[in-house]
């Protein structure tokens, strides 16, 4: 077995494997299979990606890179404003849960996991409702 390399540390790829196991974010989305890296049915509709931010620090060992986490309604404009920002809020509580979570040999260590910005309220060009957040992730290989 390879050792980890700080590369590997991908926040995105542990926090989308976490969020789709989750419960949590299960029961805040209304079901499993709503949680992924491109905005798809069914809605409401969790996307995870890299953020435009974060602290490489000296790039030997932890990072604090962002992770954007998108909540996408119905084109036809359900859950309402406020029933996706309440979504977004449990799906953030949830994704800070793996910082307590036993370490997965394999697998970058979390060891924090904060908001790093505001909510904001972001409807696509076409009025699909969606709102943004970015989370600040520690982690190290």
Not at 15 to 21: E, H, I, P, T
Not at 47 to 65: E, F, K, M, Q, S
């Amino acid at each position: 077995m390879t050792d980890l390399t700080l590369a590997d540390a991908d926040p995105v790829s542990v926090l989308l494997a976490w969020l789709q196991q989750s419960d949590a974010a299960a029961e805040a989305l209304g079901g499993r299979g709503r949680v992924s890296g491109v905005p798809e049915a069914p809605w409401p509709h969790l996307v995870i990606g890299h953020g435009p931010g974060g602290d490489l620090r000296d790039l030997r060992w932890a990072t604090a890179p962002e992770v954007t986490l998108e909540v996408h309604g119905d084109p036809g404009g359900w859950p309402g404003k406020a029933e996706l920002r309440r979504i977004l809020l449990l799906c953030a509580a949830a994704a800070q849960t793996v910082v307590e979570a036993p370490h997965t040999p394999g697998r970058p260590v979390i060891n924090g996991i904060r908001p790093s910005g505001l909510l904001v309220w972001s409807p696509l060009v076409d009025g699909q409702p969606r709102w943004l957040m970015n989370l600040g992730v520690t982690l190290h290989p």
